[in-house]
Each structure stands twice: as C-alpha cells, then as structure tokens.
C-alpha cells in the first residue's frame, strides 16, 4: 500500500489523492487537519489491486469549505497507516 504526494500542492480548490494498492483490501482514506481532527472521509471500502485517484474538493464532511492550511491525507487499511501532507491556500 503506498500513497503518493497530491496534485496540485498546494492546491485551490481541489487536488488529486492518488494511491496504490497491492492487491485488493479494504481502505480508508480520510482528511485530518493539523490538530488530529478529521475534516472528510473520501473512501471507506474495498479497492481493487492497482493506481487509484480520488479528488478532494477542499470541503469538510457537510460540505463546507475548509479552512486554509495544512492537511493530510491519510490512507489506512487493517495493517498499516500511510500519510502525506497538503496545503490548500485561498
């Protein structure tokens, strides 16, 4: 399982979380601010083997944008935790 660094960073308004898998697995791939919260969940679920890419539109789990600032990307499974770091500037 890797996770790579997001296109375009930093970003306004929407990047580009691409990651990959080995072989098919449950994942999760959320966004945490700088203070541990959780901001989104963009996946939770199971994902083939291979290169996937999710877009963040820069907005929280009801919708509303995020402030800006640092952020990080971070995909999990039963085993492992891989993180990168994001900067959404207004």
């Known amino acids: 399982m890797s996770i790579y660094v997001n296109y375009i960073n930093p970003f306004n308004p929407v990047t580009t979380i691409r990651f990959g898998l080995q072989k098919p697995k449950r994942v999760s791939l959320s966004i945490v601010n700088m203070l541990g919260q959780e901001v ?3 996946i939770n679920g199971w ?3 291979g290169h996937h890419e999710v877009r963040w539109q820069g907005m929280d789990s009801k919708g509303i944008p995020a402030a ?3 952020y990080f990307a971070v995909l999990r499974d ?3 935790v891989r993180i990168t770091k994001m900067m959404l500037l207004k």
Do not use: H
Request: no cysteine.
């Open 47 to 49: 994902r083939d083997i």
């Open 68 to 70: 800006s600032g640092v």
């Open 78 to 80: 039963s085993r492992q």
């Open 40 to 42: 989104s969940v963009l």
